[in-house]
């Protein structure tokens, strides 16, 4: 009787296997029936960063030969497009938490994948979302505010234009950053913290060429609003062509 029941419940798991596996390829292949669906290809996910939960994401080498202290990594960018909010002013010294506008240029830009720009084209939203804070020197204030999304690299030279007047297409050049990996829940004032932290220690070793009026803050957070309780990356860039 045991064995009987053994088999059975192993010729059950074998028939939800298949029905599985049938209905994982049914989907597969109705997505490569869609013109407006762009898929990448297994490979291509290999070559992403595992935070990518295999969207695309920006691609990037990693810098070896920089001194750094714990928990700072070194990356080198490549040139690439971005579609950016216009400026917006920062909400008590922070660029996310309590700006309207914050919530209104992520649905623009979101809505700029879902087909609202000028050759109607639908694409898939990559990660990061990506959000920049301009900062006076003098005082350490937040000046203003810009929300981003990398485009894809298939569209990346001939993008089209967004059909909402307060986004726009723009180019990242190639440049080197630090990079300060923070899990779990993420504040701009967390950030800034970080951010005053990582120039203080690059002050100290008198280390040239640091962007130090621009803090990158980027969250890799799916779809929708964006969630204060995923993993996020603070980035502290250089000047074009000087690294540590």
């Given amino acids: 009787m045991d064995n009987m029941m053994l088999c059975v419940q192993m010729l059950l798991l074998l028939i939800t296997c298949v029905l599985a596996g049938h209905g994982r390829y049914k989907v597969i292949a109705a997505l490569n029936a869609d013109p407006n669906i762009d898929l990448i290809e297994i490979e291509e996910f290999q070559t992403l960063p595992n935070i990518c939960n295999g969207k695309e994401c920006p691609k990037y080498s990693d810098v070896t030969d920089a001194r750094l202290p714990s928990g700072v990594k070194m990356r080198k960018y490549p ?11 920062p909400v008590d010294n ?16 979101y809505n700029y994948f879902k087909g ?63 990079v300060v990996s923070i899990n779990g829940n993420y504040t701009w004032k967390r950030a800034m913290k970080i951010h005053k932290a990582l120039k203080n220690f690059l002050a ?25 309780k995923k993993y996020s990356e603070h980035l502290l860039s250089m000047k074009v062509d000087e690294f540590y």
């Fill in 79 to 89: 040139g690439m497009n971005w579609i950016s909010s216009s400026r917006y002013q």
């Fill in 116 to 178: 609202v720009n000028t050759m109607g084209l639908l694409m898939e939203r990559t990660v990061p979302i990506r959000a920049i804070g301009q900062i006076d020197a003098d005082t350490g204030n937040v000046l203003y505010c810009h929300l981003m999304f990398y485009i894809p690299e298939m569209y990346s030279v001939n993008a089209p234009a967004p059909l909402s007047v307060g986004i726009f297409v723009g180019h990242n050049w190639e440049k080197n950053c630090y």
């Fill in 204 to 228: 100290r070793k008198n280390v040239k060429g640091v962007v130090e009026t621009e803090m990158i803050l980027d969250f890799y957070s799916g779809y929708g609003v964006p969630n204060p």
């Fill in 94 to 109: 922070s660029c996310l938490e309590g700006s309207e506008e914050f919530i209104r240029y992520y649905q623009e830009l």
